[in-house]
């Protein structure tokens, strides 16, 4: 290491001291270095006799009585990692507006819900309403199969088109919300609420100080990382809900068309029906009550 | 040779290689290697302690060459400390090596 580089690195490490006094340490060792140098010692060789940076740095600091200890074990550096990764997260969300952490999971969540909504939607409102109606209307007219699947593909885009504005109409209400702090305003009031205008900014809390890191609260993020795993576990029971939903109908349908009914298949779908009912009203019920992070 | 053997010692060398005469880095430092080999880097470090201290103070003078020298002072406190390491570290020794001689 050259004489530059190794101020350098020193310069980058100590900068936990203040500047006037890591001039004064910098200047304490690029004259000795100059010294070394001018005695007949190779620049290269100056350098290494002050060994390895990191012990020097650490002599360094605690002369200056900052304790570096707590740095050291594996641990605590797996814990300030982790940390770090969580403040830098915090801080990417930080620059969209004022989020903390477990407002950005909720913002997810809400995402994952009305996701959700809509992919349940789709299928009621395209898959089975549409279909069902266009080919009511157009089996009167035999050979306009073309222009049922034209229709059914335009009802297709149409209502992708209305979900994306929905989405973005919802979820930008959420996010301003939460930018809000207003926490006691649920997802579902602001779908019942999307067609309103903007929040009224009278019936809002006062949006409180963001407390400094050290003042926080200790994080709910344990609830938060319940509610991600609880709605991953919904999703599978809620399309089986969903499919034998459907197969209920399309049981009803065959059975009053063509006049066959097998109990089986209904004891079957029922069964599945009530189930899968079962399965995710406990899994509603496992919910973790909301935390008033405003309190 | 053993580096905590050093570490006790070592204020007590540079204290005594600075009470005749003012020094700045490099000299102090191979005046220290006469006696002990040190790692170079950890004198500025107890430098800064000492001046902490208040055992040293320091004080910049033009030097013929280069950028000017930090050199180091002894206080008179700095004085009574090196006083007070002196007799203890006798008074250590002389112990430690009466011990290891009647051992043997």
Aim: charged share 25%; glycine share 4%.
């Amino acid at each position: 290491m050259l004489k530059k580089e190794f101020l350098d690195v020193l310069n980058q490490k100590l900068s936990l001291i203040s500047d006037k006094e890591r001039e004064d340490i910098l200047l304490e060792y690029g004259t000795y270095i100059d010294d070394k140098i001018a005695s007949g010692v190779a620049e290269e060789e100056a350098v290494a006799g002050f060994g390895d940076v990191d012990e020097l740095v650490k002599e360094i600091l605690d002369a200056y009585k900052i304790n570096t200890d707590s740095m050291d074990p594996f641990s605590n550096r797996a814990d300030k990692t982790i940390d770090k990764v969580y403040v830098k997260v915090e801080e990417l969300f930080s620059k969209l507006g004022n989020f903390s952490m477990n407002e950005i999971f909720h913002i997810l969540f809400d995402a994952i819900v009305l996701v959700l909504i809509m992919l349940i939607g789709k299928v009621i409102v395209v898959d089975i309403l549409c279909q069902f109606l266009l080919s009511m209307i157009f089996s009167f007219f035999v050979g306009f199969y073309m222009i049922t699947d034209f229709m059914l593909s335009l009802c297709r885009i149409l209502y992708l088109c209305l979900a994306i504005y929905f989405f973005v109409k919802v979820m930008a209400k959420r996010v301003e919300r939460y930018r809000l702090h207003a926490h006691n305003v649920g997802v579902m009031d602001d779908i019942k609420d999307t067609w309103n205008d903007n929040i009224k900014s009278s019936d809002l809390p006062p949006t409180p100080e963001r407390p400094l890191y050290h003042e926080r609260k200790p994080r709910h993020l344990e609830s938060d990382v319940l509610k991600v795993i609880l709605v991953l576990a919904m999703i599978p029971v809620a399309c089986v809900l969903i499919g034998s939903g459907i197969g209920l109908v399309v049981l009803i349908y065959v059975s009053a068309m063509y006049a066959t009914t097998s109990a089986g298949l209904y004891c079957m779908d029922i069964a599945f029906v009530l189930g899968s009912l079962a399965i995710l009203l406990m899994l509603v019920r496992a919910w973790p009550k909301r935390v008033d992070t405003n309190a | 040779m053993n580096t905590q053997f050093k570490k006790g010692v070592l204020e007590l060398i540079v204290l005594k290689a600075i009470v005749s005469d003012d020094l700045y880095g490099y000299q102090l430092v191979s005046r220290i290697n006469e006696v002990i080999q040190v790692n170079e880097g950890t004198i500025y470090p107890l430098l800064k302690r000492l001046s902490n201290d208040r055992l040293l103070e320091s004080y910049l003078k033009e030097s013929t060459e280069g950028p000017p020298r930090k050199y180091y002072h002894i206080t008179n406190l700095g004085l009574e400390r090196y006083d007070a390491l002196l007799s203890e570290w006798t008074d250590f020794s002389d112990n430690v090596n009466a011990y290891l001689k009647g051992v043997e």
